[in-house]
């Protein structure tokens, strides 16, 4: 079923699937993928691993590299992750990687639909801005303070605080 969805969504710009291959002897040992979410508007991410390869590191090295993934090709700043509640383990692995527990929500197996209580998390990581280069050649960072429902009775105090926190930019048209 799992091979199914990989050729299902090759071609897909919100699904992206993987098998974890152990490098000394090229066996599969696992498998991933990091999706896009439509209910949460972000990526999660998910990984399954053989029995045997539990508790060695694998899992977060294999979670990190799809976190890495997301964060430098598909520029995205905000993940899910969720496993089920008795697989403590997981839990861990997103704990190492930053992921902040939300709680736990009702879930439903791809396999046959059964239900399962989940543990939820979520990570926020900072952006990588880069900036826009002017006709002129001068760069500015992509992210301004907008004036445009500024008045006369706000008066400049607004635009000193937004200088004070480092905004570069500020949009006056």
């Not at 969504?9 to 439509?38: A, C, M, P, Q, R």
């Not at 383990?89 to 709680?103: D, H, I, P, R, T």
């Not at 639909?113 to 979520?122: F, I, N």
Request: charged share 25%; aromatic share 12%.
């Amino acid at each position: 079923e799992w091979l199914k969805s990989v050729v299902a969504n090759e071609n897909s710009d919100t699904d992206y699937d993987w098998g974890f291959v152990l490098k000394e002897t090229g066996k599969l040992i696992g498998s991933g993928g990091i999706y896009y979410d439509d209910e949460d508007g972000m990526f999660e991410i998910g990984y399954n691993f053989a029995h045997a390869h539990w508790g060695k590191g694998l899992a977060t090295e294999a979670a990190r590299a799809m976190l890495d993934f997301g964060r430098n090709t598909l520029h995205q700043t905000q993940f899910r992750g969720r496993h089920n509640i008795r697989n403590t383990a997981s839990g861990n692995v997103m704990k190492k990687l930053g992921f902040v527990y939300e709680g736990e929500c009702i879930d439903h197996m791809l396999e046959d639909g059964a239900e399962r209580t989940v543990s939820m998390y979520r990570l926020s990581t900072p952006g990588k801005p880069e900036n826009f280069k002017l006709h002129n050649g001068i760069e500015i960072p992509p992210v301004g303070f907008g004036t445009y429902k500024s008045t006369l009775t706000d008066g400049k105090a607004p635009i000193l605080k937004a200088l004070e926190l480092g905004y570069r930019y500020l949009d006056t048209a």
